[in-house]
């Protein structure tokens, strides 16, 4: 079948994906470096960002290795083009995916700019980026990425073989099998890590920051995926860093006002329930990290009554007691609080999958229809910055980062319209062609 304009928006709305379906709509035969420059083309003159969550910023940009200057100026920065890139997650090696929508992102960024990318930690290893893996293609055999000499190599062999009996994903495991439904936010890098480190092959451990037992694991994740895209693109200026880290920080200023929407949202029991009579009174407000059946793992956090509860976790609904969780690592902000506070209340652009322009539209209907978050910016917010597709080769196989890292010879197709970036993503959208 082949695919226009009016056919994906038609497949699309089949699939139950409208928001998608109208901006691929109108997108679909639309250059790349086009759609680019109008991502990055910002009419809206939003308010000042809140002193709190520029804070919130320098402490996370710090916490990466940047100097205090170098976060303030990076701060400076954000706060005039108010854009991130918030559809990644935290995790050791991108896939074709995160690929493709830099790929996009970056094509249109004026040379000045910084590339803000907020991944998000708020998920287990085991997510659908496999953030605890070097992932890579079946381009490569294992002893291509990883030296037989390593203590763990006869384990990564036989899982390797076992994948390939029903995939073509390839990708070595740097977590230990009872870390696999652990939170990413707040991990530790464990010894299996720091083991395996030094037998990367040499093009991988040249772009690897040093890996200490019990240090940040999002640290290192975040800065090994930007010292994969620079090499990749090398005339680029990027930032990677931990988004809920800045939204934790950004609530534990917030929440000793009792004047904030968010400290209004949570503790003032009227406004809590307006709030969700019209979000669903199931939406996830955090997630923590609990032990059940001798294994760890992650689980949701809701409101009921003055109760923050999970299916194995709950306390009571108090300033004090949401500040400790805050402060202890805990509890991590979902996806609820954190594009509340970044899109709605303080109007930064977030460029988006194809999962976040969905519901980012449908929070900015509620949110409008409310009329408690200043209206002016709920309205006027860029919502569905889309930032999707998938990279392939001729042989429309896969190209993951660690592939171009390891020597791989491709380079992004020029003049490709966003249509032909997105089409071998539909599959996984439901969408037969």
């Given at each position: ?17 409208p ?6 709509g ?5 250059p790349?470096?086009?759609?680019s ?34 976060a ?16 990644t ?9 995160f ?6 992102a ?32 079946n ?11 390593a203590r ?7 899982s ?7 995939s ?25 890590l ?9 093009p991988i ?20 995926c ?8 090398p ?8 988004l ?8 534990l ?7 904030h929407?968010i ?13 969700f009579?019209?979000?669903?009174a ?7 990290e ?38 202890t ?26 999962e ?31 930032t ?16 171009l890292v ?14 032909e970036?997105?089409e ?10």
């Amino acid at each position: 079948m082949q695919l226009n304009a009016k056919s994906i928006r038609t497949l699309l709305h089949k699939e139950k994906r409208p928001v998608l379906a109208e901006i691929l709509g109108k997108l679909w035969e639309l250059p790349l470096f086009e759609y680019s420059g109008l991502l990055w083309d910002n009419s809206v003159e939003p308010p000042p960002l809140e002193k709190a969550l520029r804070e919130a910023f320098e402490i996370e940009f710090r916490r990466t290795g940047l100097s205090k200057e170098q976060a303030q100026s990076s701060c400076a920065r954000l706060e005039k083009t108010r854009i991130l890139q918030t559809s990644t997650h935290v995790t050791a090696s991108e896939g074709p995916t995160f690929l493709a929508l830099h790929h996009l992102a970056l094509l249109g960024m004026p040379p000045q700019e910084i590339y803000f990318v907020g991944a998000y930690s708020g998920i287990p290893f085991a997510n659908s980026a496999w953030s605890g893996c070097l992932n890579y293609s079946n381009r490569f055999d294992l002893e291509s990425v990883i030296s037989p000499k390593a203590r763990e190599f006869t384990e990564l062999k036989r899982s390797d073989s076992d994948r390939l009996r029903d995939s073509v994903e390839r990708r070595i495991s740097l977590i230990p099998g009872n870390m696999r439904e652990a939170r990413v936010f707040q991990s530790k890098i464990p010894e299996k890590l720091v083991n395996l480190l030094p037998y990367f092959a040499e093009p991988i451990r040249k772009v690897s920051p040093s890996a200490v037992c019990g240090d940040d694991f999002t640290v290192w994740a975040t800065q090994f995926c930007a010292n994969q895209l620079h090499q990749i693109v090398p005339e680029k200026s990027l930032l990677f860093f931990d988004l809920n880290e800045v939204i934790r920080n950004y609530l534990l200023k917030v929440l000793q006002n009792s004047a904030h929407p968010i400290y209004k949202m949570l503790f003032n029991r009227k406004i809590r329930e307006t709030v969700f009579a019209e979000f669903p009174a199931e939406t996830p407000l955090f997630t923590v990290e609990v032990l059940y059946k001798n294994k760890i793992r992650q689980e949701s956090v809701i409101i009921q009554g003055e109760v923050l509860k999970s299916q194995n976790y709950q306390f009571e609904l108090t300033q004090e007691n949401i500040i400790r969780e805050l402060e202890t690592g805990v509890l991590c902000p979902g996806l609820f609080i954190v594009f509340t506070s970044l899109s709605f209340i303080n109007g930064l652009i977030c460029f988006g999958s194809f999962e976040q322009v969905e519901y980012l539209v449908e929070y900015r209907r509620k949110w409008l229809k409310l009329d408690f978050l200043e209206q002016e910016v709920v309205r006027t917010v860029n919502v569905d910055a889309l930032t999707s597709g998938l990279c392939v080769d001729d042989f429309d196989a896969a190209v993951h980062p660690l592939d171009l890292v390891l020597g791989l010879e491709w380079s992004f197709a020029e003049n490709k319209t966003v249509g032909e970036l997105m089409e071998p993503l539909l599959p996984r959208l439901g969408v037969g062609v």
